[in-house]
């Protein structure tokens, strides 16, 4: 158990000041109590995120009536929730994989990355069932940590999928954010689920893989919104990129009306420090000024030492930097270029969950027709 050294609260009552960027806190062992999501809540958290990796249905459910219970009693807030349906693998003694087709996919000569790269395994044989492997970058191998195969593995929904998805349209969640989706098909299926469900359940793609920059549009296109999941990105495209995808990311969706999520790593230090390093705090700086709708949160709430501070922290820094937009000097990118005289434009309040974009400095998009 967790000791839990940040008692900061008290320092940011609610804020005065709208905060315009939206903030996804991860919950998880330091944030999972009816007290500590109240604070968040009350501190900087717009959404309260799920990582299916992690956990049971039953501690889940116990966090998605723990934020109802919160909207029902709160006056002017309401906390959206996402559910991620990301699934993890190994067991700390050997590692196993919670993907169907996961021998199928590898062959000899793959290099698999472990927990974002942190380890890497080169693929030397496989059996029926079991794939052996020779360690290329060595570490301590902890339970649940993410495995990617270069370009190999090919994702579509899968059965623990099906039934997270199940879960989240049973406790009616607000957002699915799905995994390496490769193609719109994906998308669609899911979309067209939730359709004959009758739930109004917005899914948001996590672009973290290779595969899925090709398409870009046309996922981008069938889903509500995107992530830009910097950790599964850099994991398998050289980490220069990032940055620069990130930004093509952010704008592709606001061309495009739809919401955009920053994810990983963006106060990493503060899972243990008690402030973050200036370089965490330029990282967020930068997401806000590049239009990301929402910035996330992900150990630094789930299982940080400083879950409060590391939101607080998040709030100030979006806040401070929103003040430095304006309208006439930060145009969006698209601006400029759909004015252009004699075009025909059409102006769209995007979005129709009002947590993302009613009070959004980026809430307007322009596009040709
Ligand atoms: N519900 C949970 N129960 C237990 N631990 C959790 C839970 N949610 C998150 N964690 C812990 O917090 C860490 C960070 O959470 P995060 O959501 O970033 O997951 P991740 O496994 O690192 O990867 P990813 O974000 O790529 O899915 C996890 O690695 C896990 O140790
Ligand atoms: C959030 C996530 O899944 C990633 O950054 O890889």
Known sequence: MQKFSDTS?????????????KIVCTVGPSTNTREMIWKLAEAA?????????????????????????????????????????????????CASVNYDDFVNDVEAGDMLLVDGGMMSFMVKSKTKDSVKCEVVDGGELKSRRHLNA????????????????????????????VSIVKDAQVVQ???????????????????ESADSIPNLHSIITASDGAMVARGDLGAKLPIEEVPILQGKIINLCRSMGKAVIVATNMLESMIVHPTPTRAEVSDI????????????????????KFPLKAAGVMH???????????????????????FKKGEEIVIVQS???PIWRSQSTHNIQVRKV
């Open 285 to 304: 700086a930068i997401a806000v000024r590049e239009g990301a709708d929402a910035v996330m949160l992900s150990g630094e709430t789930a299982h940080g």
């Open 316 to 338: 100030t820094v979006a806040l401070r930097t929103e003040a430095t937009i304006t309208t006439s000097s930060e145009m969006p990118a698209n601006l400029g270029q759909a």
């Open 351 to 353: 979005g129709s969950q």
């Open 189 to 207: 299926e899911l979309k067209n689920y939730l359709k004959g469900c009758g739930v109004d359940i917005h899914v948001i793609v996590k672009i």
């Open 150 to 177: 270069e370009e190999k593995v090919q994702r579509y929904l899968q059965p623990l999928d099906w039934e997270d998805i199940k879960f989240g349209v049973e406790n009616k969640v607000d957002f699915y954010a």
């Open 45 to 93: 958290m717009n959404v309260a995120r799920m990582n299916m990796s992690h956990g049971d249905h039953a501690s889940h459910k116990k966090v998605i009536d723990l934020v109802k219970e919160y909207n029902a009693q709160s006056k002017d807030n309401t906390i959206a929730i996402m559910l991620d349906t990301k699934r993890g693998v190994s067991t700390p003694t």
């Open 9 to 21: 609260v008290g320092m940011w009552s609610k804020p005065t000041v709208r905060r315009k960027t």
